[in-house]
């Protein structure tokens, strides 16, 4: 059970940001054992196997206005990670008002990322924003097409370099 203030923190900066489970910063979530399988399931969730591993995909659709629908039951995976933000929140090393304030930031690259990924024609919302980035770049660049869709590839490298810079500042490690 998290301490006072872990709470106090996770409460304030979790159902801002959503990152964890809306497919931006993971593509999907390995079950550990003691999951419920079961209970996933019942609520929607598609399970499949990844090697030995069984996951379901991100965005994960238990995610609800920024709120986990199973949170007390969710799985190990997702009860265990802490983002570099909340870690620094609960230690006192960052104040809440800068952690939502990057955590704006980081929301606001992924919205970029994901307006020129649907300009370049990638609407599936069900797929985890990178899959959807990577899908876009396996197709061969035609220099005879468009210049706009030429430069909309190369604004999207920008935006993900960006996002990316983000995530891995703010978020991991």
Do not use: W
């Amino acid at each position: 059970m998290p301490s006072r203030s872990s709470a106090e923190a996770i409460r304030q900066l979790c159902p801002e940001c959503g990152l964890c489970c809306n497919g931006v910063l993971f593509g999907d979530v390995e079950l550990q054992r003691g999951d419920h399988r079961d209970l996933l399931a019942q609520a929607g969730v598609t399970l499949f196997r990844k090697g030995r591993k069984t996951a379901f995909a991100q965005p994960c659709s238990l995610l609800v206005d920024g709120l986990c629908r199973i949170y007390a039951d969710r799985p190990r995976r997702c009860a265990t990670f802490e983002c570099r933000l909340l870690q620094q929140v609960q230690t006192g090393d960052l104040p809440p008002a800068a952690a939502l304030r990057k955590i704006a930031a980081a929301k606001r690259h992924a919205a970029e990322v994901t307006r020129l990924v649907r300009r370049l024609g990638n609407h599936d919302e069900s797929a985890p924003l990178n899959q959807r980035y990577a899908a876009i770049m396996a197709q061969p660049i035609d220099l005879a097409a468009a210049a706009t869709d030429v430069e909309l590839r190369g604004e999207l490298m920008l935006a993900v370099a960006r996002l990316t810079d983000s995530l891995q500042r703010d978020f991991l490690g």
